[in-house]
């Protein structure tokens, strides 16, 4: 049984405590949060060191991981109406899988060699952040929340190339032969070895351009699909749709990859060094751009697959 102090009335739009839970007003809840995420931070700071300095060390390669934390909060920002009204109830049983967070997050740092994994670790920490999540906030208002938790898990960390090597080397392969074809198509003579691509000059000389495991596609493919997937959540109203635009993700990036190679071929005949080094890294930048504009025109595309008819009304009364 509850009482409230004289003259003092309950909120109308709170809602009634679980058994179990502790009702809170929501900023109560927020403050809990942000001291949650401080110290969330703190005990996971190797990972996100080690996260930091690997996306500023091949920003060609997953510089985009950097940004993902915002877009998660952009996701969770466009729900601050929903979240607001809703009487935040923190579900404690959910401690459980903080604990099982900290201990993945354990065994990869500290356990048997196997174990230590930057992956593993991520892992752990998504765990963790899953608990922190349910503990703080509740399962209500979860519902708003499990989308920008998994966005940030999926795409906030460098994969290792220990999970993506097998994939990598296939999208090589389709790189290069993509490339070889367009150059020769453009009018350079290029000979294909595997991988291994050479252009010939005019004057006789020629220059070997290696399709190397940054201008594979995998590590962009990354990017592309974080980008496919915030589009798709944001734009697309039907499930189906979303899914389409995620799978376009794949070919946008082999497309956009075999047209970074080329470049590099076309570059090559101004100067041999233009194809390595940091200018190879920039070239990769760049052509982020049009692919986030094929992402906008398949968006497009997908989006007028299906046009909503308006329902005339009836006339007249029933």
């Not at 990972?47 to 993902?68: C, E, K, N, P, Y």
């Not at 929903?82 to 740092?109: D, K, M, N, Q, T």
């Not at 946008?252 to 100067?271: C, M």
Request: hydrophobic share 55%.
């Amino acid at each position: 049984m509850t009482t409230t102090a004289a003259g003092s009335h309950p909120r109308a739009d709170a809602a009634p405590a679980a058994p179990g839970a502790l009702a809170v007003d929501a900023r109560t809840a927020w403050i809990a949060g942000g001291v949650w995420a401080a110290i969330f931070v703190a005990t996971f700071w190797d990972f996100f060191r080690a996260q930091v300095s690997m996306a500023f060390g091949q920003v060609q390669d997953w510089g985009h991981t950097l940004v993902i934390p915002a877009i998660s909060g952009y996701f969770i920002w466009l729900k601050r109406d929903r979240l607001a009204a809703i009487a935040f109830r923190p579900s404690w049983p959910a401690l459980g899988l903080l604990a099982l967070g900290l201990a993945i997050y354990s065994a990869a740092a500290f356990g048997p060699a196997a174990l230590q994994h930057h992956n593993l670790r991520g892992l752990g920490v998504g765990v963790a952040l899953l608990g922190c999540l349910l503990t703080v906030f509740g399962t209500e208002a979860f519902r708003y929340l499990w989308f920008p938790w998994a966005y940030w898990v999926v795409f906030g960390q460098y994969i290792s190339d220990r999970f993506i090597s097998r994939v990598t080397e296939r999208l090589q392969d389709w790189s290069a032969i993509g490339a070889h074809l367009l150059l020769n198509m453009l009018g350079l003579d290029t000979d294909r070895v595997g991988n291994l691509l050479t252009v010939h000059f005019s004057d006789g000389t020629s220059h070997p351009l290696n399709v190397a495991e940054a201008c594979s596609g995998m590590r962009t493919l990354m990017a592309f699909l974080a980008i496919g997937v915030a589009l798709a959540a944001i734009g697309l109203p039907r499930w189906w749709q979303r899914a389409l635009l995620v799978a376009a993700g794949i070919p946008i990036s082999l497309f956009v990859n075999v047209l970074r190679v080329a470049s590099l071929g076309l570059l090559s005949t101004v100067d041999s060094n233009f194809s390595t080094g940091e200018f190879h890294s920039m070239v990769g930048l760049v052509w982020l751009v049009p692919a986030f504009l094929l992402f906008l025109g398949a968006m497009w595309v997908i989006r007028n697959l299906v046009v909503d008819v308006p329902v005339a009304a009836p006339k007249g009364g029933a």
